[in-house]
């Protein structure tokens, strides 16, 4: 039995904010970290700095001490899961990624799981998969019309399948609660691509650790 990825959608699941998280099949923790640096959005290239073991409240109280903020910067908790290496972001990640497709660049699998929980516009959960730079399929889990909703993107084979999935699970469906819709669209992304997370590792653990540094 494992955890699987609808936790998430519980308030605050990872951190104050939401959650942001990537999972890659293909490439150990130090490689996905290695990776993910080179994405945070802006001119000045960034690379991934040890920074031992830790947990959540932990992590954010060493970017407190390093940046004058808990937010000033962008900290990575890594671990594995099953086929799945994973990666928790902490502090200022909200909009501080670019695109993801180039993380997985000569053949690995990556998907991308995020949530701004307090963006005041709201912004909807995201999901995406990517393969070997090219999306394979995304969707915004609210699916909510009022953000462009179009229904699944990608490939269009699979596209199309992650959209049937959708549809057979009853969504989208403006009658529910915005949660339970976010639920039950993990759930049906959790089944469809094998995606699980520890969630007492990462809510509760300690986890090796890196800060997104300015090169």
Same mark, same amino acid.
């Given at each position: ?11 605050? &699941? ?13 490439? &150990? ?7 993910? +640096? ?6 000045? #290239? @960034? @690379? ?8 959540? !409240? &932990? ?5 407190? !001490? ?16 099953? @086929?799945?290496?994973? &990666?928790?972001?902490?502090? !200022? ?27 005041? #516009? ?21 699916? !909510? ?36 819709? @976010? ?7 959790? #089944? ?22 300015? +090169?």
């Amino acid at each position: 039995m494992t955890d699987g990825i609808v936790w998430l959608a519980a308030p605050q &699941s990872t951190a104050f904010g939401g959650y942001h998280v990537v999972l890659a099949r293909g490439l &150990s923790p130090d490689e996905l970290a290695d990776r993910l +640096a080179p994405a945070v959005s802006g001119y000045v #290239k @960034h @690379h991934a700095v040890a920074a031992g073991d830790h947990t959540a !409240d &932990s992590l954010m109280q060493l970017m407190d !001490d390093t940046y004058g903020d808990p937010y000033g910067g962008i900290g990575l908790r890594l671990g594995r899961a099953g @086929h799945w290496t994973y &990666s928790v972001a902490y502090g !200022d990640w909200p909009g501080g990624f670019d695109g993801l497709a180039p993380v997985s660049r000569d053949g690995a699998d990556v998907c991308l799981l995020e949530y701004e929980e307090e963006n005041g #516009k709201p912004v909807p959960p995201q999901f995406a998969y990517f393969r070997d730079g090219r999306l394979l399929s995304a969707c915004n889990l609210h699916l !909510d019309a009022s953000w462009g909703y179009q229904g699944a993107e990608g490939e269009p084979a699979r596209a199309a399948r992650l959209q049937e999935l959708l549809t057979a699970a009853g969504l989208p469906d403006p009658e529910r609660d915005e949660r339970e819709v @976010h639920r039950t669209a993990l759930s049906v992304i959790e #089944k469809t691509f094998g995606l699980s997370l520890p969630k007492a590792a990462i809510v509760d653990g300690s986890l090796p650790t890196v800060l997104l540094e300015p +090169a």
